[in-house]
């Protein structure tokens, strides 16, 4: 696998996540489509399509899912922006809350995804000065618990496909897991124990962990928060390069009841 073919399995997954062509992503024109449930169920599992509102950009242009009944002023919204970036930040969150508050909604999810650069990837030397071992479900079953709540994920642990271990003395000092998010992309993340960090652990689990899934002929992926620094080096060090970002809306409830007032 190269990365011009990591690139276009990543379009084809974002094309069926937004209703639309895998090409609409790559024209200098921005895109608007009605997001509509998949019979397929190939979306990534934590999506809940139909989308509200989504909004994603590779960089050349912006591709707006969502209700039909906001579309006209979200293609109004993002075609009147100077660059497909303006509308990912402030104060063009704002502008596009006072769209979504037609629906009772506002954006909750921002994120940036990397995807492998295969040079990077295999040019990797490992600095973490512990032992890391591959560990398939049964090995971490027990790990399920507030430590590891980045690599692994308790509401869907029937996808988490593998994890890599680095340990101290055979204890686990951190874990990267991979979860099989659709039917090609496997999504990686990773905790490492507080007193561990800073020592190259979290981006040797990462890196090992792509090598595995890219054997596995699976495109490894990894999410991080805008404002999650050293997320965002890790995913660099381990051989990741930025691929797309995206921003969904939820409802006013649904924002609610994450434990949050807007």
Not at 18 to 46: G, M
Not at 75 to 102: M, V, W
Not at 233 to 251: D, H, L, T, Y
Request: charged share 20%; glycine share 6%.
């Amino acid at each position: 696998m190269n990365n011009h073919e990591i690139m276009q399995i990543a379009l084809q997954q974002s094309a069926i996540d937004c209703s639309c062509s895998p090409w609409d992503f790559l024209t200098v024109t921005n895109h608007v489509c009605e997001s509509v449930a998949s019979d397929s169920k190939k979306e990534r599992c934590y999506l809940q399509l139909p989308h509200l509102c989504s909004l994603v950009s590779y960089g050349a242009n912006i591709v707006a899912s969502g209700r039909a009944s906001i579309l006209t002023d979200i293609g109004h919204f993002i075609n009147q922006a100077a660059e497909p970036s303006d509308c990912f930040e402030t104060p063009g969150i704002y502008a596009l809350n006072r769209i979504l508050q037609k629906e009772d909604a506002a954006v909750c999810f921002m994120a940036d995804y990397y995807l492998p650069d295969i040079d990077a990837v295999f040019r990797f030397r490992t600095q973490c000065p512990y032992e890391v071992r591959i560990l398939g479900p049964e090995e971490f079953a027990d790990c399920y618990t507030r430590e590891w709540k980045n690599a692994l994920c308790e509401k869907r642990k029937e996808r988490d496909m593998l994890a890599a271990g680095a340990y101290e003395n055979g204890r686990l000092i951190g874990l990267a897991g991979v979860s099989a998010d659709c039917g090609t992309m496997w999504q990686i993340g990773v905790d490492v124990l507080a007193p561990y960090r800073k020592q190259g652990v979290a981006s040797t689990l990462t890196n090992r962990l792509a090598r595995e899934v890219l054997e596995r002929g699976f495109v490894p992926f990894y999410c991080a928060a805008w404002s999650n620094v050293k997320s965002r080096k890790n995913a660099v060090r381990s051989g990741f390069c930025p691929g797309w970002v995206e921003v969904i809306a939820k409802s006013r409830a649904y924002i609610k009841h994450m434990g949050y007032e807007v």
